[in-house]
């Protein structure tokens, strides 16, 4: 069969490839799809080409939107998300279906844009991926050892080795975890290493979303700031969720952003002592100047001993910013030197604070049920067997305990459930390598629900009768979990 016709009995075989042009590709041991270079595509060229081994053999479409036509078409411009993905695609991106992780048929939302839209509507996935195509080598892989109970201390060694690179792709090994890594142990790895990094490395102070760079000079001496930064750079090119713990009026000033503060929660402010002082400057100037005029001044306000009532609502914010970020200075620009030793991540991040601020910040919302719910494909066995009978009995219990969760009257949450399956607390800013899974098992024992991790797969028992057995099986296997390859 020649080229021409072998093309021909493609598209008759695909119909939607159309006439858009095609290429011919193999997959990798750690399956990824690569393009091979023909000399005639053909059966008795991909016969006879070595680059196949044991592969099979995939046809992908060369243009993700070959039909969508150029930018400067305005009225042809949209972007497509797959379901379970909070990546969106814009329609003139280069790129195959596959290069997308559109590998199969699949729920896509489309969104139409207008012309104006185009150069604005700009997603941290976006970015994120132009700087893994632009600094980073997945083909290569840094073996990171990690220890459970010592996540912190592991990432820490890991940096200090001589083979370690930020650029290479990493794969992770729990000690006494007999699991390979295609994707659950880094998720998993990266989610409890933001936690310690956040509460654990002494950097930080404050609450989760209201956290505070700690005023420390020995940190700064043995570049903690440093080292927290290149981590959380490290974790958020690898795929990681992002670090979601700064107060976002600290992330705006970081960035360079104007803000007063006047609009500042002082509540949020860590310490005690310090919150008490800020609150007396919302009260009669005469005896704040009194009683806390040195301590303003010090805080690079000295016009406090001139100030007049009006001027009150502006010193509270300059005293806010002196505290939370003119006070840390020093610890911050070591920060932004530990993100930008990683490919300059942080100019990257400051230059669209906008679309990075939920990854930084606590602003993002949590998964609702309709959210959490489209997440997952349901792989039913087929209908009318007994089989899918005692599935939808399972499924009706899942459904009910969605709505618990989603109206609070449930002791699991989303968070948790996501956790247990995928590893990561919320969706990636890449979205998941795949799409996770509902798959069943027949209930001989009074077996666990148990997940795969790397597959995104939760296998639940056929034949629930009710949603209080589902919610207790489901709570035992939570507060059991110890992690991936454990269960």
Known sequence: MDERAFHQKIREAFPIIGEGEIEICRVDRRRRVIPVELSSVCPAAIKACPEFGRSAVYVRLKDLFAFAGSDDMASEVFRVQLSWSSNTILSTVDGSLLDHEISRP????????????????????????????????????????????????????????????????????????????????????????????QSS?????????????????????????????????????????????????????????????????????????????????????????????????????????????????????QVIKHYIYFRTADMICQFKDGMNSCGNLWQIVEKNWKVFLPLFTNEQKGLTRDEFRALFTICWSEEGSNLREREEDTIFCWELLLNSIQEK??????????????????????????????????????????????????????????????????NTALKGYLGFGKI
């Open 106 to 197: 699949s729920t896509l939302y489309v969104l139409w844009m207008s012309g104006v839209q185009i150069e604005d509507d700009v997603t941290a996935a976006d970015i994120i991926r132009t700087f893994q195509r632009e600094n980073l080598n997945l083909d290569e892989r840094v073996i990171v050892v990690a220890r459970r109970r010592k996540i912190l201390h592991s990432a820490c060694t890991a940096l200090k080795t001589s083979y370690f690179a930020w650029h290479k792709s990493p794969q992770i090994e729990f000690v006494g975890e007999s699991a390979d890594d295609y994707g659950g142990p880094s998720r998993e790895f990266f989610r409890l290493l933001m936690q310690d990094v």
């Open 201 to 317: 490395f002494g950097v930080f102070e404050g609450k989760t979303g209201q956290m505070f760079f700690n005023y420390d000079q020995v940190a700064v001496e043995m570049k903690r700031y440093f080292t927290a930064g290149k981590l959380i750079a490290w974790s958020l090119m690898h795929g990681g969720s992002g670090f979601k713990a700064l107060d976002s009026t600290l992330f705006k000033l970081m960035c360079g952003q104007a803000d007063s503060a006047e609009e500042f929660d002082w509540h949020n402010l860590p310490d005690g002592e310090i919150q008490d002082k800020v609150r007396q400057t919302q009260e009669d100037i005469d005896g704040i100047v009194s009683s806390l005029g040195d301590w303003i001044a010090d805080c690079g306000v000295p016009g406090i001993y001139n100030a007049a009532p009006k001027d009150m609502r502006r010193i509270y914010g």
């Open 409 to 474: 009257q449930s002791t699991i949450t989303f968070q948790e459930m996501l956790v247990f399956i995928t590893g990561a607390d919320s969706i990636p800013p890449l979205g998941f390598p795949g799409e996770p899974r509902i798959e069943f098992y027949t209930q001989e024992s009074r077996r666990l629900p148990f997940a795969s991790t790397c597959g995104m797969v939760l296998f639940l028992p056929r034949g629930i009768q009710e949603e209080e057995e589902l919610t207790d099986l489901l």
